[in-house]
């Protein structure tokens, strides 16, 4: 009985999700869908699940094992609540509320049929109207139109430093629509509603990055702004939790290296779920644009365990209007890894990415080069994988290298157009160029 409890009880938590998202039904969505989903679950949770695991448990890929308590919770924060205990307790008092009553249906009465038709003609006659208005106008809406041109749109974070709570206000003005949303980044699926009388608005950032901002009435867009919540030199967290752990600057270590102390590493081992080890450099470079741009990392995944033994890895590069990631993984686990270049997804299941098998006993060497919306990917000076991309990503605002598990990183160069060195740091305070 309590078996089939939790089975209802999860079947409602996934629904509750599909609804959230507005994705359609989970049976069409596709592997690039449940990535996102991932990579969506992590920024709002914390909680890494890969998007093998989601696919596991929304019965996408065969497994008989009931979800662990530490992916419950993930999909129960997700939902809003504190962890999947008060997710179910609130169901439950849901359902053992009173039904509402039923609607009451209204009828003509005592009304002539001349009359009726009369009316029906009406509405007609002002529903094709409004119809040939909208459809007249390159927006599909007049109203729209005007007011995009009165909203107004900005926002502001309360402090420095993570977590951040980020202030929206708005104003729609007088356009009626049905549905008003704040997007919180470049990802269309990253809204929330908001109130169309109101016009303040907050949420709470856990993790730096650069963000488009977006009003957004009925799916079309009112109007954006850059968000930028920068990081003061590199920073360091642990993604297992929600919000994650931060670590402090005597946990890490730099000694011709980044690194984390004895007393963290300690740490992890002793965690036996997966993790994730993030350093971050968010910060303004200069003008430099992802349409010409160089990133060298050197780096080392250095976490050994037979629960998580395929020791992934990820390089991304952060821009203004879009991400590159660029992954590792041991040769024997490339079959589950994924690529990402401006609006181009590449996923192992439909694209060869063996090449980024790596040895992490020694030192590993990613440069990623870009120019001209094509993308050049080299593994210790070997060619890996080339890709085009139709859609530039802005400025490069930052890197990100993120470790299943943990590891270290040696170098991290990046450069502009004409080989002009706009970062570098090989972790001693000397040789870090800004």
């Known amino acids: 009985m309590e078996q ?18 507005g994705w359609g039904p989970s049976a069409d969505w596709s592997t690039k869908d449940f990535m996102t989903l991932s990579e969506a679950m992590m920024e709002e949770t914390g909680i890494q699940l890969s998007h093998t695991t989601l696919k596991r448990v929304w019965g996408r890929v065969q ?45 003509f009465i005592g009304k002539s049929p001349k009359l009726i038709f009369t009316l029906i003609g009406s509405l007609l006659l002002v529903s094709s109207i409004a119809f040939v ?16 041109s009165e909203a107004t749109f900005y926002s502001q974070p309360v402090t420095t430093g993570l977590p951040n709570t980020v202030v929206f206000h708005y104003d729609v003005g007088t356009f009626k629509g049905k549905q008003y949303q704040i997007q919180q980044s470049w990802d269309p699926k990253r809204r929330f509603d908001v109130d169309p009388d109101g ?35 590199w920073m360091a967290t642990i993604n297992s939790t929600s919000p994650p752990r931060y670590l402090y600057e005597n946990e890490l270590v730099r000694a011709n290296k980044l690194g984390i102390s004895s007393a963290v590493i300690a740490d992890i081992e002793q965690n036996p779920e997966a993790h994730d080890l993030t350093y971050a450099y968010i910060k ?51 079959g589950d890894i994924r690529c990402m270049f401006s609006e181009v997804y590449l996923t192992s299941d439909k694209k060869d990415l063996s090449r980024f098998g790596a040895n992490f006993d020694d030192w590993q ?29 802005g400025k490069v605002v930052g890197v ?15 450069k502009g157009k004409n080989g002009e060195v706009f970062f570098e740091d090989t972790f001693l305070a000397s040789d870090t160029v800004f």
């Not at 924060?77 to 609607?103: H, I």
């Not at 365990?305 to 952060?318: F, M, Y």
């Not at 440069?367 to 990503?393: C, E, H, I, P, W």
Request: charged residues 20%.
């Open 133 to 148: 208005l909208a459809m007249s106008s390159p927006d599909n809406s007049l109203a729209l139109q005007a007011a995009s």
């Open 284 to 334: 303004d470079f200069g003008e430099i644009s992802s349409d010409h741009a160089e990133l060298l990392v050197t780096l080392k995944n250095t976490f050994k365990s037979g629960r998580h033994p395929c020791q992934k890895t990820e390089v991304h590069l952060i821009c203004s209007q879009g991400l590159f990631i660029v992954p590792l993984s041991i040769p024997g686990c490339t």
């Open 199 to 233: 016009h303040e608005a907050s949420s709470i950032y856990y993790y730096p990055g650069y963000y488009r901002a977006k009003l957004v009435v009925d799916n079309h867009i009112l109007a954006e702004h850059d968000l930028y919540i920068p990081t003061d030199g």
């Open 400 to 414: 990100r290298i993120r470790f299943s598990g943990m590891g270290e990183v040696k170098e991290v160069q990046l």
């Open 63 to 107: 497994y008989q094992s009931s979800p662990n308590p530490t992916t419950l919770d993930a999909l129960a924060q997700f939902l809003g609540y504190e962890n999947w205990r008060n997710f179910v307790a609130g169901e439950k008092m849901s359902t053992e509320s009173p039904a509402p009553a039923p609607e009451v249906q209204r009828t």
């Open 4 to 21: 089939k409890s939790n089975e209802k009880m999860l079947a409602i938590c996934l629904q509750k999700i599909e609804d959230k998202l």
């Open 365 to 393: 060497t990613i440069r990623l080069s870009l120019k001209d919306l094509s993308a050049l990917v080299f593994l210790n000076d070997q060619l890996a994988l080339s890709q085009s991309y139709t859609k530039g990503a």
